[in-house]
């Protein structure tokens, strides 16, 4: 008979946890919310041997059984059996091994709660090291729980964790002995309260007294714990400092008796040499902005290939298909609506690959981390912290998932201005409209050799909202009443090699995110773009065909610039060309016509739909004979009425400022208000980026005219 049983994963921030968990359970993983609170929780199935399957839960990461943060409290929460939702039968630990002594306080107070607990030894690699060699027999004897030694990264030591899961499960799990005593700390409060709760161990109830109203007990046993907790005169704050101090007494007498260290003094490890350098008070803020554009500049150069041959092949395509189909509106709408749609998705995939597997690298070598260390004072004279520089990267990515990494942020203030200015970075949504428009009015020049002006137009761009965020928080801070200390703790992994395998995955996941979720909306409004501008109000849509039809007869040689005029007046007649005409005077100072108005309003479903609606628009409004295939072809020779490109210098840079500042995301503003349980500051960002983005828009074009 297979059993299932509910496995609890926890460990420090940085023990290797999230590695080993994705090692176990692979891709059966599910990710939702805890109820009541924004924190993910990560769940995933594991076949730990022929009868016994396991659920993992993935708890957030934590120093001890104190909590200070939300998610904190979700970790605390579930390993008191607290969580309504959450009881685990089992606890498997991971320890960092290279920082064993810190590792054990968290793991000590986890054995004294009497939960079966398995102790998961990660980074032993990076201990040898150090020079550090652990006695893991001996560990175990010390502890009194099994230890097994792991490397989640290169699978190793995954079969031997399983086996010991499975005999621990098995074999009846007894206790053992408590790291320190427990009852010593409050010896009569523990003793009246476990007479109220038979079975628990003598920690669990000293975190009772400390914690019982963050529980969900009976009104009269939380009456009876404050009584207790009154009565004998309990200081929690006291209880808490003697036993931390015992607990490093006896982890300081362990670390003697398993752990052998090399003398620090004697050797200078080569993380140390390395963020001398990196995190240096002047050379560390030119590496970074160093790496940084050495990140925008590959994104362009190596993406330049794969994105012209996309590019060419579907130009090739639609001339081909028009030549092929017969003329009517089936074979309009699969060419311009369908295939539009498809090359406005599939051109970009190779740009966003390359930007998330160098962001990839670059998390898994250790610097990210440093960044947001190097970044701390900067960050703190705006407002924000350090943590804050962590969500604001991940914004490059995807502004979803990067402001709900701001929960990890202790202090409400900051938390709220990283949520208010992430949007301001430049998510890869927008990715597709600095492209085309870069190409269409930068040109593709190269200084001394390999410096592209395409690539430092974009960093520019990624730089400009860089330095709106910080500006906004400088300004917003005055007006957000919260007053709150902050600190700002953060662990320096050590420097790794990347690894690769992992780089490609999350560049073909991205891609698939992209395609398949992006994409969709890309493609439903490309469709719906064509039927509103094929069709309009017939009356209007016959005259103009009526005149033409005229004309053409009156003056066959001019048939084909007839036909093409023709073109033009019913996409200006049709109810798309009505939308875009009755915005175009609230838009015209920015440079932008009616076909721009249109893009400005579709792209706020999602920012990258932009390319998909100037294709659908430019597809249907151009003449079919036209030997212009390629959307940027397309948008490079569109004119206005008087001859003037519509797309210079000075509208195709304002039109570029006016989506780095602009929020056009209806998910990011769904996620701000679900992030801040209100809808006062969604309505907030979006009044102030639509301001800021139209003001700074119209001073940019005025500049350039």
Not at 554 to 566: D, H, S, T
Request: charged share 20%; net charge positive.
């Amino acid at each position: 008979m297979n059993k299932n049983i509910n496995i609890a994963l926890v460990g420090n921030p940085n023990s290797g946890k999230s590695s080993l968990f994705n090692a176990l359970t692979g891709l059966n993983q599910q990710v939702g919310n805890f109820p009541g609170v924004t924190v993910d929780k990560k769940t995933g199935q594991c076949q730990i041997s022929e009868n016994l399957t396991a659920t993992l839960i993935d708890l957030p990461g934590t120093y001890s059984l104190y909590p200070k943060r939300s998610d904190e409290w979700v970790a605390y929460k579930v390993l008191l059996q607290q969580d309504e939702d959450i009881k685990p039968d089992m606890v498997v630990l991971v320890a960092d091994a290279s920082n064993l002594k810190r590792n054990l306080l968290f793991c000590s107070q986890i054995i004294d709660l009497k939960i079966p607990v398995v102790m998961a030894l990660s980074m032993t690699d990076l201990a040898k090291n150090k020079g550090t060699e652990i006695d893991i027999s001996g560990l175990e004897r010390e502890l009194g729980v099994p230890v097994v030694n792991i490397n989640p990264r290169k699978n190793k030591g995954i079969p031997s964790l399983k086996k010991v899961i499975e005999q621990t499960f098995n074999s009846n799990f007894t206790s053992p002995r408590e790291f320190i005593d427990n009852a010593s700390l409050a010896e009569k409060p523990i003793e009246e309260l476990k007479s109220l709760l038979p079975g628990i161990s003598d920690y669990t109830a000293l975190h009772y007294l400390i914690n019982h109203s963050h529980f969900k007990l009976g009104e009269s046993l939380q009456k009876r714990m404050l009584e207790i907790e009154e009565g004998s005169g309990f200081n929690s704050t006291k209880t808490q400092a003697e036993e931390i101090m015992q607990r490093y007494g006896r982890i300081k007498y362990i670390m003697g008796q398993t752990v052998v260290e090399a003398d620090p003094l004697q050797r200078t490890l080569f993380t140390e040499k390395l963020d001398n350098i990196l995190l240096h008070r002047k050379w560390g803020y030119l590496i970074l902005l160093a790496v940084l554009f050495l990140l925008f500049q590959s994104v362009f150069w190596i993406a330049q290939f794969p994105m012209d041959a996309i590019e060419w092949s579907f130009g090739k395509l639609s001339g081909a298909l028009g030549d092929l189909l017969p003329a009517t509106w089936w074979s309009d709408l699969f060419i311009n609506g369908v295939v539009a749609g498809l090359s406005g998705i599939l051109i970009f995939i190779p740009q966003i690959m390359i930007l998330f597997g160098l962001i990839t690298l670059l998390e898994d070598t250790g610097y990210m981390a440093r960044i947001s260390f190097l970044t701390d004072k900067l960050m703190r004279s705006v407002g924000l912290n350090g943590k804050s520089v962590m969500p604001m990267i991940s914004g490059l990515a995807c502004a979803v998932p990067a402001i709900m990494s701001a929960r990890n942020i202790e202090n409400r203030k900051e938390r709220l201005l990283t949520i208010m200015v992430t949007p301001l970075m430049s998510c890869s949504a927008r990715l597709p409209v600095y492209t085309i428009l870069i190409a269409l009015v930068v040109p593709s020049k190269l200084y001394f050799g390999f410096l592209s002006m395409q690539g430092l137009v974009m960093m520019a761009l990624y730089l400009l909202g860089t330095i709106m965020a910080l500006l906004v928080s400088f300004v917003m801070r005055w007006f957000i009443d919260i007053k709150e200390r902050s600190f700002f703790i953060l662990e320096l992994p050590v420097y790794r090699s990347p690894r690769w395998k992992n780089a490609l995955t999350t560049m073909v996941e991205k891609a698939k995110i992209f395609v398949f979720q992006a994409g969709k909306i890309i493609m439903v409004i490309s469709l719906l773009l064509w039927v509103l501008s094929s069709y309009g109000p017939p009356s209007k849509m016959s005259a103009v065909a009526t005149r033409y039809e005229q004309l053409i007869q009156n003056n066959p040689n001019q048939q084909k610039e007839l036909n093409k005029k023709r073109q033009m007046e019913l996409l200006e007649n049709s109810f798309a060309g009505i939308l875009g005409k009755a915005i175009e005077p609230a838009i015209r100072p920015l440079g932008y016509d009616w076909k721009i108005g249109i893009a400005l309003i579709t792209s706020f479903a999602a920012r990258e739909v932009f390319v998909g609606t100037m294709a659908t628009l430019y597809s249907v409004g151009d003449d079919a004979d036209d030997n212009n295939n390629t959307l940027r072809q397309k948008m490079s020779a569109a004119v206005r009425a008087d001859g003037t490109k519509v797309y210079n210098l000075a509208t195709g840079l304002s039109l570029l400022v006016f989506y780095v500042l602009a929020m056009q995301c209806m998910s990011t503003l769904a996620i701000v208000k679900r992030e801040t349980r209100s809808w006062k500051w969604p309505a907030i960002q979006l009044a102030y980026m639509t301001a800021l983005a139209y003001f700074l828009s119209w001073i940019t074009y005025l500049i350039f005219s």
